[in-house]
């Protein structure tokens, strides 16, 4: 007789666009269904992930916490407490900083048996007051899940965390959702090539450094144009940027979506400039949607784009090198070419997100 499904509980701060999100909705939405019952727990339930959750019968607890040292948190704990006795959740995963904390803290108080945290960033990019408050919450936890080895080396030079405590399940995506017919949209329906980015638009992305090398492109390439796809506190000033550089229309910015394959399909050549990077959908999703990648050489990045062979990849800050690894590109449509195909090829056989999702089971396997 086969055991009935454990019941597991996934937590993040919010249910929005990020990638930590997205990726906690498809795990949740993926996972076998005769071995394990997903339940997803968050501050705040509103947002295009938690619909979905909810459109796959996925349970959502919400726990409105405003600060983790208010008394609000006890009440909060107390309903975290109710709820894994009710549900029988055995182990508990938290996915972004702050539910690392709340739920090192409070989840074995709980009653469930693992707890596990994750380390998805490279700590610059982590609130500073949360800092050592995340290293706590590693060491109070089980274990640790990386989505990269450079976040896996991170963890044990900056962190000291012991080997034996550190997982690695990369990045999935649903490749099903990134095929089909490359087409550029409006306003760039006659633009060639499309040089472009699809990412939250925060400091760390470092999108200016795109900007400032596309603006050195425009002129000898008078055909290219530049598409940003995302929103975020850096809109503003990248805009005001766009009209000092004096770009005009040459650059269109596009609200952040939820359906952003028709954009990756959209961009010829593909852009992440970050100065701090993990590892990214937005590449996978655009080698998989056979754009010719170029990004920044920091964090996890190499290990999806080997340069020269499924992208190419520029000095981090430096948007002198960006602009030829860029030009590159432009000037030799066959190297384009080649390296789209070999990124879309290498994504297909190494992740897709059954394969993600069959390494975090056999994870959770392991603890349980």
């Known amino acids: 007789m086969k055991p009935p499904p454990i019941p597991i509980l ?10 930590s999100e997205r990726q906690l909705t498809e795990l949740a939405r993926s996972l076998d269904r005769a071995r394990f019952t997903p339940h997803v727990a968050c501050v705040d339930a509103r947002g295009s992930r938690a619909a979905d959750l909810r459109e796959a019968g996925v ?8 600060s983790l040292a208010s008394f609000q948190t006890l009440k909060m704990a107390a309903r975290l407490r109710a709820y894994v006795q009710r549900q029988g959740i055995r182990l508990i995963h938290a996915f972004d900083p702050p539910m690392n904390v709340f739920a090192s803290t409070f989840g074995r108080l709980s009653g469930a048996k693992i707890i596990l945290t994750s380390q998805r960033c490279f ?12 290293r706590i919450a590693h060491r ?5 899940v990386a ?5 896996r080396q991170h963890l044990l030079t900056a962190y000291g965390l012991p080997a034996k405590k550190i997982r690695i399940c990369r990045n999935g ?15 760039f329906t006659a633009a060639y090539p499309v040089i472009g980015t699809v990412c939250v638009l925060r400091p760390e992305k470092a999108v200016h450094l795109l900007l400032e090398a596309f603006s050195w492109i425009a002129p000898p390439f008078p055909q290219s144009r530049l598409l940003i796809v995302g929103s975020g506190p850096e809109l503003e000033s990248l805009q005001q940027l766009r009209t000092k550089l004096g770009l005009g229309d040459t650059v269109h910015f596009e609200p952040a979506t939820t359906d952003v394959a028709p954009w990756m399909r959209a961009i010829d050549i593909f ?25 920044s050489n920091v964090g996890g990045n190499p290990e999806l784009v080997e340069h020269g062979v499924t992208g190419l990849l520029f000095a981090r800050n430096n948007a002198d090198d960006l602009a030829r ?5 432009i000037d030799n449509p066959a190297l384009r070419d080649r390296l789209a195909e070999a990124g879309r090829g290498r994504i297909a056989a190494e992740f897709s997100l059954v394969e993600s999702t069959r390494r975090m089971e056999a994870i959770y396997d392991e603890f349980l």
């Open 123 to 134: 700590e610059d990019t982590i609130y500073p007051p949360q800092r050592k408050q995340v």
């Open 271 to 295: 852009v992440l400039p970050s100065l701090s990077e993990a590892f990214s959908n937005s590449i996978m999703e655009a080698m998989a949607s056979g754009c010719a990648v170029v990004a």
């Open 173 to 187: 995506i649903d490749l099903s959702r990134f095929t089909g017919e490359r087409r550029h949209r409006p306003p």
């Open 10 to 19: 996934l937590m993040a701060r919010q249910l929005t666009e990020g990638g």
């Open 140 to 144: 109070l936890a089980n274990g640790v």
């Open 325 to 329: 690894q860029i030009s590159a590109l």
């Open 59 to 66: 349970p959502i607890l919400e726990l409105p916490l405003q």
């Open 147 to 151: 989505n990269a080895e450079a976040v």
